[in-house]
């Protein structure tokens, strides 16, 4: 009767592996069906042994093998998982491996290595491993943060898996904790919530956007300015405008930005309240300019025409060239751009590097109405003037213009 070569290759795996040849043993296993691994005490011995023999590459490809084997993996991993005397890094693949065993018993091992304070590898791919089975993790997570006198660090971590666990299951707890006394952490769960729509959570993030710390402001503006759904019905841009102003001008970077995602009308209005002012810092005028460039519409760019006489110069280019990408309003933005040059030949107040921009703008625009204003811009004594409204003339014109 002709030998199973199914039987034959794990024979031939067994011995590879006996002599120390893991990687021959690997390929052996590799080449089996699916239905001769699972629950095959054999290959799970070849396979623990290998684990246990084999340098990190041959562990590597056998962590990929070991999960096909179905249940019968989960007591030994969690055997060589619960062992303080075997080595850290046998450890470390065996949980590895237990994160694609989604089973209590897998997800109470995983956890007590958090709760125990393990050495921080193990942790390290205890909490990839949670993070991984997801949902069902979210139970014992919680009961975890419910122990009394948890340390802080086991805490943050199961803090952290929570948040990385994006599921609505997690809302719940997550709420719960949104007042925790580490900022850090306070600043994941704000992340983490503002991925939900669920109508608990918005007035729980405009709570937060008093926070006493920079960056949890900062996760709360910018997890509301994407409900652009609620902007009008929360007055989402009310709540925000005195972030314009915080004191960490990241926040109020992340504000401005922010506020150019609502579809509210008072937008514009705010954020040429901050371009104008003479105490807005450069650094956040730049983000304004931005912003009400990606806004686009009428309003938005005659606030930034406005702007250009009193704006600092450097600032003028970053102006002209946040109108030039405009997509809503490309003709209005084109003419405004003209009117404009055309009032600053008249009162003498050109800028060579102004100029560049305008041309670039207009080229960038396509409005074929610009081209007598490229064409005198064409004949400008800079050379780089010049060079930018030839350059736009081409995009505009159907012949060349000599």
Not at 211 to 230: E, F, G, I, P, W
Not at 245 to 255: H, I, K, P, R, Y
Request: net charge negative.
């Amino acid at each position: 009767m002709p030998s199973d070569p199914i039987l034959s290759s794990i024979d031939e795996a067994a011995a590879a592996a006996d002599c120390g040849r893991c990687s021959i043993a690997i390929d052996y296993l590799h080449k089996l069906p699916l239905d001769r691994i699972n629950g095959n005490d054999r290959v799970l011995d070849i396979a623990l042994q290998i684990l246990a023999e084999g340098d990190f590459e041959d562990r590597w490809q056998i962590a990929k093998i070991v999960p096909k084997l179905g249940e019968i993996a989960i007591q030994p991993l969690l055997d060589l998982v619960n062992d303080p005397n075997i080595d850290a890094e046998d450890r470390w693949f065996g949980a590895r491996i237990l994160g694609e065993f989604d089973r209590p018993q897998v997800i109470a091992a995983l956890v007590d290595i958090i709760k125990n304070n393990e050495e921080p590898e193990l942790t390290a791919i205890a909490v990839g491993a949670l993070t991984k089975i997801g949902t069902s993790a979210i139970a014992a997570l919680t009961a975890t943060l419910a122990t009394p006198d948890l340390p802080a660090a086991q805490r943050q971590i199961a803090i952290t898996i929570l948040t990385q666990i994006r599921h609505s299951q997690t809302i719940e707890p997550l709420i719960h904790l949104l007042d925790d006394p580490d900022p850090q952490l306070r600043t994941l769960i704000v992340e983490a919530l503002g991925s939900f729509h669920d109508p608990r959570i918005p007035p729980l993030l405009i709570t937060k956007l008093t926070d006493t710390a920079a960056n949890v402001r900062k996760a709360a503006a910018t997890a509301l300015s994407l409900r652009s759904d609620l902007a009008i019905a929360l007055d989402l841009s009310r709540h925000l405008r005195p972030l314009l102003f915080d004191l960490n001008l990241a926040v109020c970077e992340a504000t401005i930005l922010g506020l150019a995602r609502l579809p509210d009308p008072k937008v514009v209005v705010l954020l040429t309240e901050v371009l104008v002012s003479d105490r807005t810092p450069t650094a956040l005028k730049s983000p304004v300019i931005l912003a009400l460039g990606w806004i686009g519409n009428q309003t938005a760019i005659d606030s930034l025409i406005a702007a250009l006489p009193d704006i600092p110069l450097d600032l003028a280019p970053e102006i002209i060239v946040a109108l030039g990408k405009t997509e809503l309003e490309r003709e209005y933005a084109s003419q405004r751009l003209v009117d404009y040059w055309e009032s600053a030949a008249v009162a003498s107040t050109h800028s060579a590097i102004v100029d560049r921009e305008i041309a670039a703008a207009l080229g960038n625009l396509g409005n074929i109405a610009s081209v007598p204003t490229l064409v005198k811009l064409s004949a400008d004594l800079d050379d780089r003037v010049r060079l930018h409204a030839i350059t736009a003339l081409a995009k505009l014109s159907p012949t060349p213009i000599s």
